[in-house]
């Protein structure tokens, strides 16, 4: 009876994992997008996620042949409909006047409504005059920036893998490349003192270490959260030229150009297009990918949208489809489509012809606070335990801590002063003067001097 049983089971488990491997074994779509991208840069920096993606010929496949032929009746998708119009509930639409029903709850397309993709492209071109449109994929519509970064980790990064990021970077990073991928995340001294700028030498050399072990992946985020910092002309020249000998020298490269802050430029001599258009006809070698959107750009944080661009030398639009649909598949199997009033939010917003002066109004009112956190640095003496990283741009402006812990100096400025601050690693204090009035600024820097002074005299 015992030997029975155990056959019995033994037959039960080889079953299952017999079915396990079947469920394992990779989509014929998958493995035509990766024979597309074989040769490329793109397709051999593919993580094993990345090579198993792909777009089903499913319901939203089938749904989008209805959309044109199906002039009968269209029962392809689930959506509740009467005579041809949605059935919204009237307390949702008497909350957004202006919105057609369709453009308040139909399903978006998985990649992004195409009229918004297209429009944010020509955006594109026109905030970068040296990006060509035939050096860069359509944008593709992804539920935030975060979201864009994440999808990107899906798609090239694998266990193991070394990403290179900035010391100090965004919190975040670590929480999407090493938790989320299992990657090990490299921090590199980006920043000099205040006034010197990127730190080159240790940029080359965490790019040459990378490069002895296999593809190089990096993300550059300009203006950098938390330094605010964007690179003068002259470095990013010498970025560009960093990474296109790295390609020559024989090695993949992927940049990943996290451009959240893009246009927050506050001094002459920055370099004001995005890195993205440097990199992304740069060399075959060099994949680039461009993550942006509207939540710092243009003032709405909330709507969760942002988009991801495709870029490389030698990469045709028969590439770009293929790691479109890539990216596709990540989206169906995760969030399915991104939300669809927040599209038509922005694209009523871009053709609005008051966007331009209203955008230059917070523009000036955020430059005033930069002018006059730079005016107090200059005007006063800075504590021995205090050095501010370089900054010129963006949201924020950081501290490097000296003798104490960046924690504690935020433990006592709110407790002691009813300060916010945000603390990262031990090291650095990050202050958002985008998000301080003016009028308080000199207050808030007294106290930061005054208790960071404090804490220094008391450590000793």
């Known amino acids: 009876m015992i030997r029975a049983e155990h056959r019995f089971f033994s037959r039960v ?28 840069a793109a397709g051999r920096m593919l993580s094993g996620l990345g090579k198993r993606l792909y777009f089903p010929k499913g319901i939203i496949a089938q749904s989008g ?17 009467h005579k041809g119009t949605l059935m919204l509930l009237p307390s949702v639409s008497e909350s957004l006047p202006g919105f057609t029903a369709h453009e308040i709850a139909a399903y978006a397309p998985t990649a992004g409504i195409e009229e918004v993709r297209m429009a ?40 193991g893998d070394t990403i290179l990021v900035s010391d100090p970077c965004w919190d975040n990073y670590g929480l999407i490349f090493a938790d989320r991928r299992d990657a090990a995340v490299l921090e590199i001294p980006f920043f000099n003192g205040c006034e010197k700028g990127l730190d080159m030498d240790s940029i080359r050399s965490g790019i040459k270490a990378a490069a002895e072990k296999g593809p190089v992946r990096i993300i550059l985020n300009f203006p950098n959260n938390p330094s605010g910092y964007s690179p003068s002309k002259e470095e990013a020249e010498q970025l560009a030229s960093l990474i296109k000998e790295t390609a020559e020298a024989g090695q993949d490269v992927l940049v990943i150009c996290d451009d959240a802050y893009f246009g927050l430029f506050y001094e002459e001599g920055i370099y004001t297009e995005s890195l993205f258009a440097r990199f992304s006809n740069l060399h075959e070698k060099v994949l680039a990918i461009k993550i942006d959107g509207p939540t710092k750009e243009d003032y709405v944080w909330g709507l969760r949208m942002g988009f991801i661009t495709f870029g490389g030398k030698g990469l045709n639009e028969t590439h770009y489809d293929a790691l479109i649909k890539k990216l596709m598949g990540d989206i169906r199997s995760s969030v399915s489509c991104a939300n669809t009033p927040a599209q038509h939010l ?33 005007e006063n003496d800075l504590p021995p335990t205090l050095e501010p990283l370089p900054f010129n741009s963006g949201y924020f402006m950081s501290f490097h801590c000296i003798g104490i812990e960046a924690e504690t100096l935020r433990q006592e400025l709110l407790k002691n002063h009813g300060i916010g601050t945000i603390a990262i690693g031990k090291n650095y204090l990050r202050a958002a003067f985008s998000s301080i009035d003016l009028e308080l600024i000199p207050r808030v820097y007294k106290a930061i001097y005054d208790t960071a002074a404090k804490l220094g005299t008391a450590s000793k």
């Open 13 to 40: 488990i080889d079953f299952f994992l017999s079915e396990r491997n079947s469920l394992c074994t990779m989509n014929v779509l998958a493995k035509e997008l990766n024979a597309i991208l074989e040769d490329t």
């Open 65 to 81: 042949e209805a959309k044109k032929l199906a002039y009968t009746a269209n029962g392809t998708i689930g959506m509740a409909l």
């Open 120 to 159: 944010w492209k020509e955006e594109l071109l026109k905030k970068s005059p040296s990006l060509k449109a035939e050096n860069c994929s359509l944008p593709v519509v992804v539920p935030g920036i975060s979201s864009g970064i994440s999808y990107t980790a899906d798609l090239f990064l694998d266990s």
């Open 346 to 378: 922005m694209l009523k917003t871009l053709k609005d012809p008051r966007t331009a002066k209203e955008k230059e109004r917070n523009f000036s009112l955020l430059k005033q606070r930069y002018e006059a956190v730079k005016r107090f640095i200059a």
